[in-house]
């Protein structure tokens, strides 16, 4: 379980989150929605440990920062708006996801996982391609499947389809739901309120760095909290 306990969070002197306390229910999806520089990004910046913050994150009942990173980030992924392009290929690519398990030699798992990954999201055919020889829908492919083979409990995602046509956002979609089917809980920042609706359970709304609403899909459409903001 994922909680959050007063989390605070500035750039400069500007306050961009305020005492904002949440929990991201273990095997649900969780749609994080608010209007733009509402604070959404910031969040999850704060929880990946890209971004400074005050209060508390408890992974599993732990604070985070007491986690080592390795075996933090067995528990807990992370992937932002925007990855550089690099040079590597989609199969270097997704291999970085085992990063936190080995340390030298892939393992026959860690090679199995990877190519698990891989074709959980119909990528096989761009295995030797480098990052930047594809299109962008297609690396955001190849950064999914290099979450997936990380393998942690917890996926973390910063509007993940943003660069995506309709066709292929709904398969991304439709493999995390696969995968918070098979057990993982998923917590991603949406700008489509349709695709929020069809694929979370939980919206947390934040509207200027504040908690407006944290509950159940059902809930937040029957209150009009959405409407609302």
Do not use: W
């Amino acid at each position: 379980m994922l909680k959050l306990e007063k989390l605070s969070a500035f750039y400069g002197k500007k306050q961009v989150i305020f005492d904002l306390s949440a929990e991201f229910k273990s095997g649900r999806f969780t749609a994080i929605l608010g209007r733009n520089g509402s604070g959404k990004s910031s969040l999850l910046s704060c929880i990946g440990g890209i971004k400074g913050y005050s209060g508390k994150i408890l992974l599993g009942g732990r604070d985070i920062s007491e986690i080592p990173s390795r075996e933090r980030a067995k528990m807990l992924s992370y992937l932002p708006q925007s990855l550089p392009v690099t040079q590597f290929t989609v199969l270097e690519t997704v291999t970085f996801g085992r990063e936190p398990y080995t340390s030298f030699k892939l393992s026959e798992k860690d090679a199995e996982i990877i190519e698990n990954s891989i074709e959980k999201c119909g990528i096989s055919h761009l295995r030797n391609k480098k990052l930047t020889e594809i299109s962008g829908g297609e690396r955001q492919m190849a950064y999914l499947a290099m979450t997936l083979a990380q393998d942690a409990d917890i996926l973390l995602l910063d509007e993940p389809t943003t660069y995506m046509d309709a066709p292929h956002a709904r398969k991304f979609l439709d493999i995390l739901k696969n995968a918070q089917g098979g057990g993982k809980t998923v917590a991603a920042v949406m700008h489509d309120l349709t695709q929020a609706v069809k694929y979370a359970d939980d919206i947390l709304l934040i509207d200027e760095g504040r908690l407006i609403f944290a509950g159940s899909k059902e809930e937040c459409l029957k209150n009009k909290a959405i409407e609302r903001v």
